[in-house]
């Protein structure tokens, strides 16, 4: 490695001169990087900030003349407005559970699937399609085609057995939303936890076997700590995914029902109500939210990058 | 003799056993997309059955209602839409994020695990967080329901995730390969051509494939910045929000032709889709 480094840098000064050639080449090094990251600061990091401005003024666009700034004002309005206070809260409970839920059914499935059994090729192809479905199409399914109280299949199959016909999405709105997420993804979180089984020291496993352990043991005391990171990762992914989530909510309940989280709230706050300030006051409190999960998840992968780094 | 083969007979049927249960519960989970593609097949008055008519007469009538021929909105300039801002967002991203992941991994630039980071902390960046002053940019600009505004919106979406994928793809070519071409006296072109470009191809294609699926997907900036003219496939199935009687089949044909490019994306990239999902972090 040594050997590899000093050839790399002692190559170029024989075709440079003098020496301005240093801060040459470190432009050129650095040149092949800019136009990606003026482009990333263009066009995610400018926006934001401009949130933030317009987060401290009342302003409405309907009324462009009666625009003023109000410092915090925005904010106290969000935070004790009843409405916007729920959708928060609509926020947590709706990634917690989607988040919690579908890690534990990916936790199942990835153990089923690390193990040889006939036709595990065609059985991990069909628990990958419901990820690849569009999520507007798969919330539209939902809705339509399996909900449906007249002639859903939920309620096709309950008829069938004799069963009651319930309305799922006027009794239980939020949990309508919350599984129709939850199996698309579900095979995200299936993918990760199986690539960490599949990760594991094999020779470590034969060893804990062939001294008596049995196959809890060998569960809670080596897959379970070996998983722990690859579980982080897929819950905190999955939360900065699904707490930006949009489609669903707006697709199967348009919001209704006590179930408009933040993400559906900024839309409809500037897009059918024109409150731009109030708008980027809660876009910011998402943002908060996602800077908070963020951290973590960030910790998490540096951890696993540093990790396949050094191996 | 006699105490092993009981411990190995349980242990083969508790093997049999749960791999019928994966198969349940693949099936479980395939289900309602298998039920979504028989659906679009029947008639209206068919898919509507309750309990359901599954050996009902099959028809492509849902089919020709959605594309239209039936009357009603023709999906056509959607998909158009939707292909070009997917594909040329690729592109885009491609020829961004190629350059970015060479400074990051074969010729590293100083502090690039930092910059790494800083590309992945932009994804964690909530889509709401700008979407007003981006709206509002359109809106003055006249770039609103302008489908090259998509493409710049869905670059950035997907230009973190592509820099990390290939950040690690390109992490993959042995330095020693690079340093022996050099020293034969190939030059940066040929390197790139003929060294670098066979290994890390196939995780290019990947990163491409998984670049295309999320553009595909995208529904919030299509809703908000577009509308008659630049319309996406997303949007387009918006309309069917709303029950409009009998339409089952029609919704089924609609969810099924817009899901069929991401699925067969999605399938051509499966070994590598993990990577892509968790940014690179598992491989």
Redesign the interface.
Known sequence: MTA?TT??VA?PPVRTHGQPSARLRAWA?????L???I??IA??????V??LV?SFFDWNSLYPKARRFTGFGNYTEVLTDADLRHSVWTTVLLTVTVVLVSLVLGL??AL??D?R????G?????????????????A???????Y?P??G?L???L??VGGPQPDWISNTPLLAVEASLV?QW???MM??L???LQ?RDHQQLEAARVDGANDWQIFRHLTLPHLRR?LE?GAL?GS?YI??N??AV??IT?GGLGTAN??YT??QS??QAHE?GL??A???L??IG??V??TF??R???S??RE?GSR | MSTTAPHVRPRRAR??G??L???A???V??L??A??AL?SFHSEPD??????ALGAALTLDGYREFFGTGGGASPWPALVNSTVASTASTLLVLL??L??A???SI???KKW?D?L?????????????????????AKNTGTLDNIWLLV??Y??MN??IA?WMMQ?FLAEVP??VI?AA??DGARLPTVLARVVAPIALPGIAATALICF?FS??E??FA??LTGVVAGT??VF??G??T?QGL??AK??A???V??LP??AA??AA?DK??QG???????
């Not at chain 2, 898919?47 to 359901?52: E, S």
């Open positions: 590899t050839a790399r190559a090094t650095r040149g092949p990087l136009p990606a990251l482009f990333m066009v995610t990091q400018l926006p934001f401009a949130t317009i199942v499935l089923l699937l193990r059994f006939r036709g595990r065609i059985v991990r192809t069909l628990l990958i399609a419901p990820f690849l479905v569009v999520p507007v199409a798969a539209l399914l939902w809705k339509h085609v399996l449906n007249e002639y299949l309620n096709g199959l008829h069938a199996w579900t095979p995200f993918l990760i199986l690539a960490g990760s690859y990762l992914l900065v707490v930006q949009f489609d707006f697709t348009s933040l993400p900024v839309y500037f897009y731009n708008a980027s809660a876009g910011v998402v943002v996602s800077i999960i963020a998840a960030l998490v992968v540096s696993l990058f396949e | 093997g049999t749960l791999g249960a994966a198969w519960l693949g099936i989970f395939f309602p997309i039920w979504m659906t898919a509507a059955k309750n309990p359901p961004l994020a350059p970015a060479y400074a990051l010729r590293p630039v695990t910059v980071f800083f590309f992945l902390s932009t994804k964690m960046l909530p889509v709401v967080a700008g979407l007003l002053p981006i709206y509002l940019f710049v919106l670059t950035s230009l973190p820099v690690s330095v020693a340093e050099q020293i699926i595909w997907n529904l919030l809703r908000v496939a997303p199935l918006t069917f929000i029950s339409f089952l919704v089924c609609a969810s099924l817009v899901s991401v699925l999605g399938f499966q889709l993990v999902l968790s940014l690179g972090a598992v491989k």
